[in-house]
């Protein structure tokens, strides 16, 4: 066997490993953000989300309202009930962001997966972090209030979130 045949084969290997580890993981991820988990939430309006002007501004509403913690459900709650319970985690904080930023911004954000350590698919990656995605595709973490560029590994649309 020659060395290109040798170096085809290990090519052709690298792409089944890659595909059959990307399969395993959306599957996994399938257990972990489900459309079912996301989907169907209330929009909630208050007066207070119209005097918000900015994402910074909305991501300091949410802090100063929400704190972090875990929830073990993977159930991401309506905004109105994270707000009265003043607790989530990245699904409720980004849930959260979405839903004042249609009132305050007049804009529809995405939700996305990503992997919150930035590794691919590829290099182990899994889809642990659930943050928001502008139509431009600028990418802010509520939870954190930063801007960030992770690797998308799967996109909720607002309206595919909430019923109005």
Not at 63 to 72: A, D, I, L, P, Q
Not at 124 to 131: D, E, V
């Amino acid at each position: 066997m020659t060395e290109e045949v040798k170096g085809k084969i290990l090519v052709l290997f690298v792409m089944v490993f890659a595909l059959l580890n990307s399969c395993m993981v959306y599957n996994s991820f399938q257990d972990t953000y489900n459309l079912d988990a996301l989907s169907g939430k209330r929009l909630y309006y208050l007066d207070d989300f119209e005097s918000l002007k900015s994402e910074k501004e909305i991501c300091d509403y949410i802090k100063s309202r929400v704190s972090y913690r875990k929830n073990e459900a993977f159930k991401a709650c309506d905004p109105a009930e994270t707000l009265s319970r003043g607790y989530g985690d990245c699904q409720d904080f980004t849930i959260l962001f979405m839903n004042i930023a249609f009132f305050a911004l007049n804009k529809k954000y995405n939700a996305i997966a990503v992997d919150g350590n930035k590794r691919s698919v590829i290099n182990g990656g899994f889809p642990n972090h659930l943050i928001a995605e502008s139509k431009n595709g600028k990418q802010i973490d509520p939870q954190g209030c930063q801007y960030t560029d992770y690797t998308v590994m799967y996109r909720y649309t607002f309206d595919e979130i909430f019923s109005y």
